[in-house]
Antibody, heavy 116, light 110 residues
Framework: EVQLVESGGGLVQPGGSLRLSCAAS????????MNWVRQAPGKGLEWVAY????????YYADSVKGRFTISRDNAKSSLYLRLNSLRAEDTAVYYC?????????WGQGTLVTVSS | QSELTQPPSVSATPGQRVTISCSGS????????VNWYQQLPGTAPKLLTY???QRPSGVPDRFSGSKSGTSASLAISGLQSEDEADYYC???????????FGAGTKVTVL
């Protein structure tokens, strides 16, 4: 059974930083591309970042470019998202998702709240 | 403002058929596959259809996706109360180098 478990969310002040993690199991992690998607309270889905299976290709949404960094450790079957220079509008549930002709598996999400 | 345009809401009675439209452009729907996601209240999204019109295993055949040119649609036939959810279309956008979601459509079963 595929499992994706996010962690690392919490309350952070504007301008602060966080590192989110996504622990994957139930599939061969280094075969698959991965993504981060977020959802602000009461709002729709917003794609955040993509990383290829080897980590050699990375894309970001314009809204986070230069502030967020996606990475992966295939030896640990883990995906990461480093969030810097956080703003109130970054408040959201952050999901990691496995990519296979679509985002086929999602974690339960981790809540990031940016507030003073 | 999303690159993909969906109606904010649709509603119908049980057993009816509803269709959700998703309008894009040549850089996204026009040149890439479309996926649809279902998000039940309080849960993570779920892939409903992929590659324009394919269903993952376990998804009822009441759900069907289609694509024509720069538009796509999701049809739900034999609407059931458990179909009440938010539905999102999505596609890769070659101009933005980004995966874009529609703003979502809330389906209400009357």
């Amino acid at each position: 059974e595929v499992q994706l478990v996010e962690s690392g969310g919490g309350l952070v002040q504007p301008g602060g930083s966080l590192r989110l993690s996504c622990a994957a199991s139930g599939f061969i992690f280094d075969y698959y591309e991965m993504n981060w998607v977020r959802q602000a309270p009461g709002k729709g889905l917003e794609w955040v970042a993509y990383i290829s299976s080897s980590g050699s290709t990375i894309y970001y949404a314009d809204s986070v470019k230069g502030r967020f960094t996606i990475s992966r450790d295939n030896a640990k079957s883990s995906l990461y998202l480093r969030l810097n220079s956080l703003r109130a509008e970054d408040t959201a549930v952050y999901y990691c998702a496995r990519d296979s002709s679509g985002l086929v598996d999602w974690g339960q999400g981790t809540l990031v709240t940016v507030s003073s | 403002q999303s690159e993909l345009t969906q109606p904010p809401s649709v509603s119908a009675t049980p057993g009816q058929r509803v269709t959700i439209s998703c309008s894009g452009s040549s850089s996204n729907i026009g040149s890439n596959i479309v996926n649809w996601y279902q998000q039940l209240p309080g849960t993570a999204p779920k892939l409903l259809t992929y590659s324009n019109n394919q269903r993952p295993s376990g998804v009822p055949d009441r759900f069907s996706g289609s694509k024509s040119g720069t538009s796509a649609s999701l049809a739900i036939s034999g609407l059931q109360s458990e179909d009440e959810a938010d539905y999102y279309c999505a596609a890769w956008d070659d101009s933005l180098n980004a995966y874009v979601f529609g703003a979502g459509t809330k389906v209400t079963v009357l």
